[in-house]
């Protein structure tokens, strides 16, 4: 009796985690630093090519969220769901030098929804090895050795400056100067060594990668076609519809006010629940999604609810879209998708109906 009980709780609480959405497997900044120059480890930025030669971690490679979406100028993904097709994505990878047995670690600022975009890209190709880095760069620089003795130096050096300024003494003037001198000269001492550097993106030797059609995992993205079937199904039945297609894109995307120039309507989603990515970045803290009790509470604001059958769309779905969806996830969400085509696609379907 004893036995059979067992048995039954066992199968209980497997049951109950199959039916929980599996978390974003996330890094912190501490652990992070410590494999910056392993070989065995490549971090990836998700942000724009900008901002990735303002600043990046040492070492990384740049490959922008928004471009990791690849569709045709109708916007027709030919391999739909998947980003881009298997062989384009080979070489693609490729060319950044990765290799298939390496560590990605997927970052950018902090915010979220680029360093999600590249995360998604990756898992739906079924790389294994796969973190997202908790805090982005802000995160690195809270934590890392060199940059806390640089910023504290930096410091020392606009003190002394206010204090040249105040001071009409020519002879504590030049000493105050002499300072700033000192203070310079170890400052660039420093700067290589940080782990966050300027500069343009180093070249790579081309890798070998290689996507196994086996391991391709598509439980966390969806095609125009799924999300058409949800969308006419939310217009017949509202609120009672399984259905939730989010918009995580800002009011005057939604409102048709603002669009991208590839795309012919500006617009939204009919039936579509508004959650903007801001609601999910946590600002205060540095950090690419807030409290679980936050994130709870936004999403009960927008009624959307465990056993529905949710999809979030953006731009091109690695950004915005993907970073609600590892919400989601964080919070045991099970049916969540980002819509991989996303406006690109759906703007530009004359087929399609849209609202303003």
């Known amino acids: 009796m004893k036995k059979t009980t067992s048995i039954a709780l066992i199968g209980s609480i497997l049951a109950t985690s199959l039916l929980l959405g599996a978390p974003i497997n996330k890094i912190s900044p501490s652990e992070a630093l410590k494999l910056i120059g392993n070989k065995n480890v ?6 724009d090519n ?29 391999c739909a769901p998947l980003y881009r097709c298997p062989k384009d994505a080979e070489n693609y990878i490729s060319s950044k030098g990765i290799s298939n047995n390496q560590t990605i670690i997927a970052y950018d ?16 190709f079924g790389h294994k090895n796969l973190k997202l880095l908790d805090g982005g760069m802000d995160g690195i620089k809270s934590v890392d050795p060199m940059q806390i003795k640089y910023d504290a130096l930096k410091k020392q050096k606009k003190d002394l400056k206010k204090q040249i300024e105040a001071s ?7 000493k105050l100067q002499a300072n700033i001198k000192s203070l310079d000269a170890q400052m660039a001492a420093i700067e290589p060594k940080m782990a966050i550097q300027p500069g343009v993106e180093s070249k790579h ?4 990668y290689k996507i196994d059609p086996k391991s391709i995992n598509k439980k966390y993205i969806a ?6 079937k949800a969308v006419f199904d939310i217009m017949k039945n509202g609120k009672k519809s ?12 939604i409102i048709g006010e603002k669009k991208m120039d590839n795309v012919a309507r500006g617009g939204h989603i009919p039936g579509a629940t508004f959650v903007e990515w801001k609601q999910i970045s946590d600002e205060e803290n540095s950090k690419p999604f807030k409290s679980k009790a936050a994130l709870q509470k936004a999403f009960d604001k927008a009624g959307v609810k465990k056993d529905q059958v949710i999809y979030a769309y953006c731009q091109v779905g690695a950004g915005r879209g993907s970073h609600i969806i590892s919400a989601l996830r964080e919070l045991g969400y099970e049916n969540v998708k980002v819509f991989t085509g996303s406006w690109d696609t759906w703007g530009n379907d004359m087929k399609l109906p849209i609202r303003r």
Do not use: W
């Not at 915010?111 to 995360?119: D, E, L, Q, R, S």
């Open 168 to 174: 009409k003494d020519k002879t504590q003037i030049a």
């Open 205 to 208: 030797a081309k890798s070998n």
């Open 242 to 253: 399984k259905y939730v297609v989010i918009d995580s894109r800002g009011m005057e995307e």
């Open 223 to 228: 095609d125009k076609n799924e999300v058409k």
């Open 42 to 47: 490549v971090f990836v930025s998700g942000d």
């Open 109 to 124: 600022s902090y915010k979220g929804p680029n360093a999600t975009g590249v995360y998604s890209f990756f898992e739906s």
């Open 50 to 78: 900008e901002t990735y030669e303002a600043f990046h971690i040492k070492g990384s490679v740049e490959m922008y969220a928004h471009h990791l979406h690849h569709s045709d100028k109708m916007g027709n993904m030919h």
